[in-house]
């Protein structure tokens, strides 16, 4: 087990002056940086947007999955969890070849993209899927979101019976980041 133990210097973050402490079974400093983890784990809430893509965009079905038996279920959703992989992995493709963040690329472009170019790869020699793959490549470059803000937003909820602060009106406007996430953070160890 490896401890690392960080604060947050930027006063318009959450948690800013605490003692954040991070256990980790990933042991080795040269291949998970302390600094790398504690960026990574606060982007952790990012698998919400990951689950919006897989249940909003990709599955476009008002219904529940259509399988009746817990086998077909799971088959579907291995299917659906494949397919959202896929085109992540296409994204990143495209990222990868100017050095970029995949974030910047839209998961709804890229879907699209990809569906329209599914019948042409399907028609078309094995020898030119190279050439049609990097067009697909360039399409999905050609679309690209802005840089992500610097955003963040108070622990809190609504809810009167809760261990969190409750939500005040100090909290509808909270002071935004001035810098990245990652020069915020303070090595203690």
């Known amino acids: 087990m490896r401890v690392i133990q960080y604060t947050i210097d930027d006063p318009a973050l959450p948690g800013y002056g605490e003692r ?6 990933l042991l080795e400093e040269k291949t998970a940086p302390a600094l790398t983890l504690a960026q990574a784990y606060h982007e952790r809430w990012e698998i919400e947007l990951a689950i919006d893509e897989m249940d909003t965009h990709q599955r476009l079905a008002a219904q529940p999955l259509r399988s009746k038996k817990p086998v077909g279920v799971i088959q579907e959703l291995y299917g659906l969890l494949l397919a959202h992989y896929a085109v992540r992995k296409v994204i990143y493709d ?5 050095a970029m963040d995949p974030d910047r690329f839209s998961f709804i472009n890229a879907l699209e993209l990809i569906c329209d170019a599914i019948p042409e790869f399907q028609m078309s020699a094995p020898e030119e899927h190279d050439r049609l793959y990097q067009r697909l490549l360039k399409d999905i470059r050609q679309h690209r979101l802005p840089e992500r803000d610097h955003r963040c937003n108070p622990r809190v909820v609504k809810r009167k019976m ?3 602060p409750r939500k005040r009106p100090v909290h509808q406007q909270p002071f935004q980041p001035c810098r990245p996430f990652r020069e915020s953070i303070v090595m203690l160890n």
């Open 20 to 25: 954040h402490v991070l256990i980790t079974s």
């Open 162 to 164: 809760s261990k969190f």
């Open 94 to 98: 495209a990222a990868h070849q100017e």
